[in-house]
């Protein structure tokens, strides 16, 4: 398959690289870091990535503003994306030639020509180095270090999570002998806006724990304003309420739009992405999200979630 992958990158003239709507580090870095490989293996090639840009993630890369009409006779290769549903796109993809779709989530969505999807690897900037590691002419320069190395730290919360294993380490130390400033990429990973840091101090101050080890916060739309927070900050604050020891597993409902909940749901054993599917959302064992459209389907999925540990 990977080499199926290759002859279709040799192929087409036009390239044009997606990924999921609220990017992570991961979607980024794989994005940035698959079109500079492109771009350095084959420069005289039209490659682009597109989809929104978040200023929290500018440092790792910014994304192309093309038109619709460009996807017409180019490949389509969409990374970290479980299904076309979730795609950064507003359906101009269908008018390419072919789509490849290369992903760690859940297969629940072949949608691509192509699917190379491997939910053994920890995300999806690990399988992009992969295709370096096993293709030639392919190769990862310094400049696509920094991309794939931000992509694994985000996705492993810095090599916190079980997907983590040795091919992840050993990757990472790959890409870092290239001379990426791995302090740099963590720091960024790391720090925080004010307004995120308020943010964290009402979700510390207001979160509910049940009895049995499940832990959730709701902010309605009001209260969500008051932060002002830009686009990707929110995700910054989902992690925290699993640090305390006595949690095994929680959401995060954020209400941006009124009656339109997004809900981050986390655990650290026990596999909650069957609860995610259920309410039409998806994801990982351990890490997955939903949108649903009403309080009474909220509390049905804190209800979900808490039996989840009974």
């Known amino acids: 398959m990977i080499d199926e992958i290759l002859k279709d990158i040799e192929q087409y003239q036009k390239i044009i690289i997606l990924r999921h709507q609220n990017p992570d580090p991961d979607a980024i870095g794989s994005q940035i870091g ?28 910014k994304m192309d503003q093309i038109s619709s009409d460009v996807y017409q006779d180019a490949l389509v290769i ?8 979730r795609l950064d796109n507003d359906g101009a993809y269908q008018k390419a030639a072919k789509v490849i779709k290369i992903d760690h989530h859940p297969n629940v969505d072949p949608f691509g020509d192509i699917n190379w999807v491997d939910e053994s690897y920890s995300s999806c900037a690990e399988m992009i ?7 030639e002419p392919l190769k990862v320069s310094k400049k696509s270090a920094f991309s794939l190395y931000s992509g694994i730290v985000g996705d492993t919360n810095r090599f916190l999570y079980g997907e983590t294993d040795y091919r992840t380490l050993r ?5 870092a002998k290239t001379g990426i400033d791995i302090s740099q990429i963590a720091l960024h990973e790391d720090e925080m806006s004010l ?7 009402y979700i510390l101050d207001n979160f509910q724990i049940t009895d049995s080890g499940f832990g959730y916060i709701i902010i309605r739309k009001p209260t969500f304003d008051k932060f002002n927070l830009n686009d ?3 995700d910054h604050a989902v992690p925290l309420i699993g640090r305390i020891n006595t949690i095994n597993n929680w959401i995060v409902v954020s209400e941006k739009e009124p009656n339109h909940f ?22 990982h064992p351990l890490a997955s999200g939903v949108y649903v459209g009403s309080m009474d389907e909220v509390e049905a999925l804190i209800k979900d979630m808490d039996n989840l540990n009974k």
Do not use: C, M
């Open 195 to 201: 307004q995120v840091a308020r943010l964290e101090a």
């Open 232 to 234: 990707g900050e929110l």
């Open 262 to 283: 997004r809900v981050n749901l986390r655990s650290k054993n026990v596999a909650i992405n069957g609860v995610a599917e259920k309410f039409g959302g998806g994801g």
């Open 129 to 135: 180095y992969t295709l370096t590691d096993e293709l």
């Open 78 to 85: 969409a990374v970290d994306t479980a299904n076309s549903p």
């Open 171 to 175: 990757i990472s130390a790959e890409l």
């Open 34 to 61: 698959l079109k500079t490989i492109l771009q350095e293996s084959f420069p005289t090639k039209d490659i682009y990535v597109t989809g929104i840009d978040l200023t929290v993630l500018d440092w790792i890369g």
